[in-house]
């Protein structure tokens, strides 16, 4: 799946807030405090549709409270949201859900005491068979759970999750419960999938066929917000990269330049006070996990006129 | 000595009573195993169950099936009552909430303003005579050895189908779409939210069905007694927790199983101790004796949820990866 051009996403120069050209989700004013401390406080963003955006930022920065706010899983103290143009602000968790909308979360949710193809039929949409008295006739939702079995079943193969098919999700191990939570979301035909941290404790024999999943995804015309502190992926598969720091859209950019923008270095910085940034150690550790190539050159520059000094 | 304790404490595996016993527990099960709601108040559906039941065709006169009518409708105004508050709140206000409601229940029913309907702190006698003039047994002894009474026998006959036909209800829906979203919902309701489903809507449906079953059980109840608060304590609810552990929290059959052998032990201990009481083996009174069979019951259910979690018919995979 080739990127998107950044030019097709964009109406406007690069900068925090950016309007899209074709924008799924439109949020304005969105804050959210707990106690006295502000976690979101976004003034406007614009999720683009049909792409795959990576939402980044130091630990703390908001990115969860924010996925729980657009999803319905939180209430922000203020601010408005659209969903492919709908209000959705104050809209129950389950009815965004059903509207297109759904989540993972960063601490994955497998159902452990329901089966593998059990947790997959949950992800499906309403249907007879789960309202109380219809429930209790088989000749009326039997049809409708065969065909679902059956695209529960194409999915499982494309997850490499067959083999467990029976087995209970609690005995799975952490990224195949990554891949069972994603798969599941997917039952439902989604129109956008926002994953917390996916790739977050799952063996790097997996990271990849994930993501291609993902881009998967954006093939078959969905949109992908997802969260992930590992640069390498988020350069690998995204169209576009929204970052994050102390509740705030710092910048937005393209992955190849968004870390080389000042406000995001001094975003990291910000969060790593406790690193001794006149160590150029601690320098280099800020630059790893931000996967700057501007800064990790400045920095190794710096290491070697040291080197040279001490000589 | 006298051994025929022995085969009367077997005989109360099928009794009325016990059957009551079990159709609470699967109201419970549906609660707590199923669905994951932690309800410390099933004794006080089976009050409102056993209130509506017999003063409505008591005080009211209704004729039988509009009595058992009461008690549906009764119950499901209880579930409503303590459900909307609290189901969309913590796990743990709902248990908070259950445990003193059936508390309330209790005392009202107990105060003197109330007596000209419930009858006050002695009940209600007789609320089992509609149902016992349909008996088709005439007068006399059944079943040999357990010397049941006619009307012992036509309340087991009908209580146990009762419970059946429970087993039935509850096998279905868990087989089915709607016991798979409220297993998800004991797992992680969480989950289930973000997957499209009405988790309020589903817990609610939930707490009236287990609510149903624990107030048919409370009209059941009755038929071999009468109607008395205080059997409506704190204790019930945990006889019936007992029950269910026993059997197993997430089958279907265990609370049957579970509350045969509630039954059968606890009379069988008090047969043994009053054996021992009357010949002077052990160094107790006869009133000790009472507080004694249930410290048994109490150390055989430790016992229980130490080496067999899952109870008798439950699966040990899901004690292993319970999160
Ligand atoms: N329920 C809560 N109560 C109090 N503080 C919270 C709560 N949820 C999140 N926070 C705080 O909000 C900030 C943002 O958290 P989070 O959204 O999880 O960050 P991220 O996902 O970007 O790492 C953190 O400082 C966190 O401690
Ligand atoms: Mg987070």
Known sequence: ?311 | MDFNFIPLAFGEAISPTTAAYALATIGLVVHFGFTGLVNFGQAGFMAIGGYAFVVTSLQFHWPLPFAILATIVCSVIFAFLLGLPTLRLRADYLSIVTIAAAEIVRLSVKTPELTGLTGGATGLNGGAEDFQALNPFPNGQYLGPLHMTASDLWAAICGWALVLLACLLVWALMRSPWGRIVKGIREDEDAVRALGKNVFSYKMQALVLGGVLGGLAGALFILPRSLQPDNYGTQLTFFLYTIMLLGGATTIFGPLLGAAIFWVVLSLSDGLLSLAVTNHILPITSTQQGPIRFIIVGLALMLLVIFRPQGILGKKAEVFFRA
């Open chain 1, 1 to 311: 799946m080739p990127k998107t051009d950044v030019n097709e996403l964009i109406a406007g120069p690069v900068a925090p807030g950016v309007p899209k050209k074709n924008p799924i989700v439109v949020a304005d004013g969105v804050t959210r405090s707990f106690g006295g401390f502000t976690a979101v406080n976004v003034e406007h963003v614009e999720i683009p549709a049909n792409a795959i955006t990576a939402l980044i930022g130091p630990n703390g920065a908001g990115k969860t409270t924010f996925f729980n706010l657009l999803t319905g899983f939180d209430k922000p103290n203020e601010g408005r949201w659209t969903f492919l143009g709908q209000q959705q602000y104050g809209v129950p968790a389950h009815k965004v859900a059903r509207r297109g909308m759904v989540r993972t979360f960063q601490l994955t949710k497998a159902l452990n005491l329901l089966s593998v193809i059990d947790n997959m039929l949950l992800g499906a949409p309403q249907r007879a068979g789960e309202r109380f008295f219809a429930s209790l006739v088989p000749s009326i939702w039997r049809q409708q759970e065969e065909s679902l079995t059956e695209k529960a079943d194409e999915l499982l193969k494309k997850f490499k999750l067959d083999a467990k098919r029976e087995d209970f999700a609690g005995s799975l191990s952490g990224g195949q419960r990554k891949l069972l939570e994603m798969a599941r979301a997917l039952m439902s035909d989604p129109k956008m999938v926002m994953l917390d941290e996916p790739m977050a404790g799952v063996n790097p024999a997996l990271t990849q066929s994930l993501l291609g999943h993902i881009l998967d995804l954006k093939k078959e015309g969905m949109t992908v917000l997802f969260v992930e502190h590992d640069m390498h992926v988020v350069r690998e598969i995204a169209d576009w990269v929204i970052v994050m720091a102390e509740g705030r859209i710092v910048a937005e950019g393209s992955p190849d330049t968004v870390m080389d923008d000042p406000a995001v270095i001094e975003a990291y910085l910000g969060a790593h006070h406790d690193t001794d940034l006149g160590d150029v150690r601690g320098q280099q550790e800020i630059a790893k996990d931000m996967e700057s190539d501007l800064i990790k050159h400045e920095i190794e520059e710096e290491i070697e006129e040291e080197a040279a000094d001490g000589r």
